[in-house]
């Protein structure tokens, strides 16, 4: 299993030893406001381990636990799966953030380093990603990240903005950009 890091995180592949901080993270109502629409309890935190668990074995991807790499706190969880948990359906990308780790570039961070992973080692030919549709700071996220948006869709049961980023348009932002 993949262990990632960028310049204030580390991801980790979701295990039991996250299991404090994700509950923690996951029992919060604003944390969870665009994604379930409640608070999740710790029998639902522990559930999400196990299906995470068992996509890493399939898959060999799925979602990280993002950790402060200078704390080792659990901070959020970001990861690659597919659209609608199908591998004939297009890589999605995602994050959450505890609300401490709001508004500190945080989710744009693990976003980059997700998506540099899917082009480059999952071979991903086009990442996508859905949001609630009143959720404006994941759509700044998926701005910054160089998503564009492609319409309204059907998945997991809403109607929601899904915003799509090709390898192709990867390759040409990271050949442009001075910071690479």
């Given at each position: 299993m993949t262990v990632l890091a960028?310049?204030?995180?580390?991801?980790?592949?979701?295990?039991d030893a996250h299991f404090d901080g994700l509950a923690a993270m996951n029992r919060?109502?604003?944390v969870m406001r665009y994604i379930s629409g409640r608070?999740?309890?710790?029998?639902?935190?522990?559930?999400?381990?196990?299906?995470?668990?068992?996509r890493w074995d399939e898959w060999g991807y799925s979602w990280w636990t993002l950790l402060d790499a200078a704390t080792g706190e659990v901070v959020g969880a970001g990861g690659i799966q597919h659209l609608g948990r199908d591998r004939a359906?297009?890589?999605?990308i995602g994050w959450r953030?505890?609300?401490a780790s709001w508004g500190l570039g945080l989710a744009t961070e693990a976003a980059h380093t997700m998506a540099g992973h899917a082009f480059a080692v999952l071979d991903a030919?086009?990442?996508c990603?859905?949001?609630?549709?009143d959720n404006a700071a994941s759509q700044r996220v998926m701005d910054r990240l160089g998503m564009r948006y492609t319409g309204m869709e059907d998945w997991d049961g809403a109607r929601v903005p899904v915003h799509a980023l090709t390898r192709a348009e990867w390759l040409a932002m990271r050949a442009s950009?001075?910071?690479d």
């Open positions: 960028s310049a204030r995180l580390r991801y980790e592949p979701m295990s919060d109502p604003e608070a999740e309890t710790s029998d639902e935190t522990r559930a999400m381990i196990a299906r995470v668990r068992t359906n297009p890589h999605e953030l505890r609300r030919p086009l990442l990603a859905v949001r609630h549709p950009d001075p910071r």
